[in-house]
């Protein structure tokens, strides 16, 4: 019988490109001090803005915390693992920080194809890079295969895209994307495949596996999981973008605190529980919910009837924990209905372990096509009955008489 000493653990990130154990099993081991007795089971948090340095330094050598620092490598070691990535993630300021970051990778003058429905910052930067630097957009509907790719080769008038950004399932309306048709297609013209990979999280969906050239995280979110820190992050296998990508990091200075990436490590060990615990539970609740009075419309891929079902069932590990629902009657019954809840917290964030929901129309930046009464909810681990009782008792109280 081995003993816990000689269980084999995995390797260094370069040796051991998709690791040997399941994902659950790497958001747990991954990162961790080097197995030696007396060491700690979790890394140190190193509190300096520079290191001990002279003379020409040799590549890799820790010089300056805006270019590289020690706290960062255990949770972009992780992550990397859980994204398939041969390399190591790079965690940013903020989920902001590494869109920004990707989005740079387009060339000056370059066409940017863009989700229709989005992460909304996601399109006010795009918008912004078009305004400034003649970078060109265009917005589809993520979902339609054909139009994407139409869109992705261009015509007489558009030249290809040089990038094309995937949310999938899509912020708020979760549309779900055939991301290997979309990848396939993008590669024949030349085009980067960005999968902004939030909702998702690598546990649920793996881009990089199905044609992406780079992930994003709102590390914010799932990730991170307790709503307690902001922190983004990207994640590459390829070395010349991971280079560029390092490279606007350290010039743009967007950079992390290495408090918050310890506190993102620290999350990130239970995210196969909360993920697991949280969309079991988002699939009760939109069944529940597609049977409700007071509910005109549910989205949530687990349905059998929704659109996105089929494709989720073919291409994702799981259905996500973010659904939407419609109680008919406006802003005004989505409104009073995110007013009644006493349980679920009215909050714009997701992914936390307390469930919160949102109507999204509530900020003007928020795409027309989105319903006025569309309401998100990001379920979080409470119990299930307890969460459908106070929405039970939400949309009725928020029924007009
Ligand atoms: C929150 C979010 C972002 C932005 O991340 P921040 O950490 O808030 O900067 C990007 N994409 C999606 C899908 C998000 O939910």
């Given amino acids: 019988m081995s003993t816990d000493l000689e269980q084999p653990v995995p390797g260094p990130i370069d040796a051991d490109p998709h690791g040997t154990v399941r994902p659950a099993t790497l958001a747990v081991t991954a990162g961790r001090p080097a197995r030696t007795r007396g060491a700690p089971v979790n890394p140190p948090v190193v509190l300096s803005s520079t290191y001990v340095s002279t003379g020409t330094p040799p590549a890799g050598e820790l010089l300056y915390a805006r270019i590289d620092t020690e706290t ?15 390399h190591p993630a790079l965690v940013l300021g903020s989920g902001m920080a590494a869109i920004a970051a990707a989005m740079s990778l ?25 305004s400034r630097t003649g970078l060109e957009t265009e917005l589809v509907d993520i979902d339609d295969t054909a139009a994407v790719l139409a869109a992705v080769r261009g015509d ?14 899509t ?19 030349g085009a980067l495949v960005v999968v902004d990979n939030t909702f998702a999280t690598p546990l649920v969906q793996r881009p990089l596996t199905q044609g992406a050239d780079v992930v994003v995280h709102s590390v914010t979110k799932y990730l991170a999981g307790h709503s307690d820190v902001v922190l983004g992050a ?57 049977e409700h009075p007071s509910v005109v419309e549910v989205r949530h891929p687990s349905l059998p009837g929704d659109p996105g079902h089929a494709r989720a069932l073919a291409l994702m590990d799981g259905f996500g924990a973010i659904l939407c629902l ?34 999204r129309r509530r900020f003007a930046t928020e795409s ?32 007009p008489a």
């Fill in 326 to 359: 419609r109680p008919g009657g406006g802003a005004p019954a989505a409104d009073a209905l995110t007013e009644a809840v006493r349980l679920w917290v009215p909050a714009t964030s997701l992914g936390g372990v307390e469930s919160t929901l949102e109507r």
């Fill in 106 to 130: 387009v060339p000056r003058g370059g066409r940017l194809v863009l989700p229709r429905h989005a992460y909304q910052v996601s399109l006010g930067l795009a918008a912004d890079l078009a």
């Fill in 234 to 290: 990207v994640v590459t296998d390829d070395d010349d973008l991971r280079a560029r990508l390092h490279s606007y990091r350290t010039v743009h200075g967007a950079v992390a605190g290495p408090w918050e990436v310890w506190l993102a490590l620290r999350g990130l060990r239970t995210l196969a529980l909360r993920v697991e615990r949280a969309q079991s539970s988002a699939a009760v609740l939109a069944a529940r919910l597609a």
């Fill in 156 to 169: 007489a008038t558009r030249a290809p895209a040089a990038m094309l950004w995937v949310e999938s399932p």
């Fill in 72 to 86: 960062w490598h255990p949770f972009e070691d992780a992550l990397g693992r859980l994204e398939h990535s041969r």
């Fill in 368 to 399: 027309p096509t989105v319903p006025e009464d569309l309401v998100r909810l990001s379920v979080g681990i409470e119990d299930v009955e307890d969460l459908w009782a106070d929405l039970d008792q939400a949309l009725r109280a928020g029924r």
């Fill in 171 to 189: 912020n708020p309306m979760l549309e779900v994307a055939d991301l290997p048709a979309l990848a396939a297609g993008a590669r024949d013209v």
